[in-house]
């Protein structure tokens, strides 16, 4: 369901392009470590997934569990819960690496919240927290590092900037990229493990930049 309201509806927003490194597609079993910068994020991340004919598993704020028919939606397809701030966050964890041992493709953002700013500009990866070094040492599942901007042309700011962002959208068609990197495997220590996974990161996120139009800020 995410998936399918994610190829929908991204495309309305905006002019959205994927790139890959030189693995061209996301192997079963592996873990998609994305930047977060808006709430509007996560649709092209799965958009971009959906060209590869990935439809993976997502780790997601248990808030949305609340939301009616969609909570159930969300456990029916194997989305995971991440109750943030309590012992049961880290069961969150295990059923990743449950879905990695079955061949699922686990999507986490290890930033784990959004950047508390107002303005539309992209910004690299802010500080990582440690659930997927964690994660990728227990399971030694690649990481593929995401790297993506424009989201935040789409929506950013307070909650009436926000609305205004997306209804006008469709008209303005920002420019939206989408880059994956090469998979790498995480080594040494949480905090060694950690500082790879940001550096991967943040080099596909300039990847990203560099696909942007020459006028995009």
Known sequence: MLSAFARTVVPLLGRLTVTTGTATTVAPGSIVA?????????????AALHRLRVEPVVLATAGLWKVPVLGRRLTREGHIPVHRGSRSAAAALDLAAEALAAGRVVVIYPEGGL????????????TFRTGLARLALATGAPVVPLGHVGAR???SGGRVKQLAGVLTAPLRRPDLHVHLGDPVHLTGDIAEATAQAHSAVAAAWQRAVGHLPPSAD
């Open 153 to 155: 042309r789409i929506v």
């Open 115 to 126: 950047p508390r700013r107002r303005d539309s500009g992209d910004r690299g990866p802010g």
């Open 34 to 46: 994305p930047n977060h910068t808006a709430l509007a994020d996560p649709g092209l991340v799965l």
